[in-house]
């Protein structure tokens, strides 16, 4: 199982980023997916997650900004960030969702946003 993530980079408060996933490995389209972050000095926190027939889930610090999404046939997930704020700063994963528990994680990609 490989799970690279992309897209990270720097952004003004506001705007918005695009991360991608691609997964390998693994039969993608059986399994549901996420997205968490983490910011120095916090604990990860999930932000996203997406059921193998799209369905979705957001926690409150995120709905509305946020949108996860899946492409099945190029094995990628996607995560939509706009309306960023200072406090979206961290480190963006995502991971596999194995009976509702992560269980492989991709490396991570930075997201800066400044004032």
């Known amino acids: 199982v490989q799970l690279v993530e992309s897209g990270g980079g720097l952004a003004h408060t506001g705007g918005s980023l695009r991360l991608s996933c691609a997964a390998s490995?693994?039969?993608?389209?059986?399994?549901?997916m996420g997205w968490a972050r983490q910011a120095p000095g916090k604990q990860r926190e999930t932000v996203a997650t997406i059921r193998p027939g799209g369905s979705t889930d957001y926690p409150d610090f995120v709905k509305g900004r946020f949108t996860v999404s899946r492409d099945n046939a190029k094995n990628t997930v996607f995560l939509q960030m706009n309306s960023l704020k200072l406090e979206d700063t961290a480190v963006y994963y995502c991971?596999?969702?194995?009976?509702?528990?992560?269980?492989?994680w991709g490396q991570g990609t930075q997201v800066t946003v400044s004032s």
């Open positions: 490995g693994f039969t993608f389209n059986r399994y549901s």
């Open positions: 991971y596999r969702l194995v009976s509702g528990y992560p269980d492989y």
